[in-house]
């Protein structure tokens, strides 16, 4: 069974970083893309940041500039580094990962979310 679980949450002041992990197990076909969501209270789910197996990176416009996407292949973990953080950035941080069991059968995993708060 596919299991994603992220870490490396927390509280942090404005202008403060964090680094969040997200590890993937229980793979046994092949892992696609991966992804970083984030959602905050009354809002829907965004896609903040999403990195393929070619290794090219997608960044929303919120994430542009402050957070880098970057993948440990070999170890199916996926980080996503926050520098720069404002309060709007507080949100619970979720995990995406594509798995392909197929050419034409993939399924997506999501991780249980670590919270991130940005506040003074």
């Known amino acids: 069974q596919v299991h994603l679980v992220e870490s490396g949450g927390g509280l942090v002041q404005p202008g403060g970083s964090l680094r969040l992990s997200c590890a993937a197990s229980?793979?046994?076909?092949?892992?696609?893309?991966m992804a970083w969501y984030r959602q905050a209270p009354g809002t829907k789910r965004e896609l903040i940041s999403l990195?393929?197996?070619?290794?090219?990176?997608y960044y929303a416009d919120s994430a542009k500039g402050r957070f880098t996407i970057s993948r440990d292949f070999a170890k199916n973990t996926m980080f996503l580094q926050m520098n720069r953080l404002k309060p709007e950035d507080t949100a619970v941080y979720y995990c995406?990962?594509?798995?392909?069991?197929?050419?034409?059968?993939?399924?997506?995993?999501w991780g249980q979310g670590t919270q991130v708060t940005v506040s003074s």
């Open positions: 995406y990962c594509t798995i392909w069991y197929s050419a034409r059968n993939r399924q997506g995993y």
């Open positions: 229980g793979i046994s076909a092949t892992l696609g893309d």
């Open positions: 990195i393929k197996n070619d290794s090219s990176t």
